[in-house]
């Protein structure tokens, strides 16, 4: 009987104790869960925001390419008319690629370590360079395939882009929108209703 009292209260101490805990650090422990839940979004949101970028510069690099090398440019020579004029955060990747040649690595390990960059989304430019000056591959049909690829992935990238919208506007809808629809409805019918309440008959 007395081990079964001397349980209870333990039980009750307990209770007691993670109540407390909950009161106390049940703010603290939102807020923490809110600004992780905050820092990760941003990373994601800035995550998706650069390789969105890229692909974007990547489609008009593949179009400069393609343009130079149809003109009857080398690859080289290509690249480092590319890399003169092209802007953006590829246009970095590219005059580096173009300072290592100088230095004197050679085009095609150049051309390697260019598609290590940005995640590996270069290797839809990058290959068809690699494959022309390794193999001889004809270059022209393989640059128009890859522009056509990358044209795919933005088309892709804004229909997700149009999706999401919706789900982006449910958080003003319900933070914003719906409790003003409240206050200018449903509080003045509130408040006539219950001045009628405390009205004497």
Known sequence: MQ?????????????????AIAFVGGPVLLLALGGCAVT????????????????????????LFLLGTSAGLTVWLTLEEVAKHMQGTIGGTLREAVRRVNLGASLVETLDWLSSQHNGQLRLLTRPLIEAERYGVALEPSLLLAREETRQIRRRQAEMAARRVPVKLMFPLVLCILPAFGLLTVVPQLVSTLNLLRTPS
């Open 3 to 19: 081990l079964l009292r001397t349980a209870s209260v333990v039980r009750t101490i307990l209770v007691v104790v993670a109540v």
């Open 40 to 63: 990760w979004h941003w990373k994601k949101r800035s995550s998706q925001n650069r390789d969105q970028s890229v692909i974007g510069d990547l489609a008009e690099a593949v179009d």
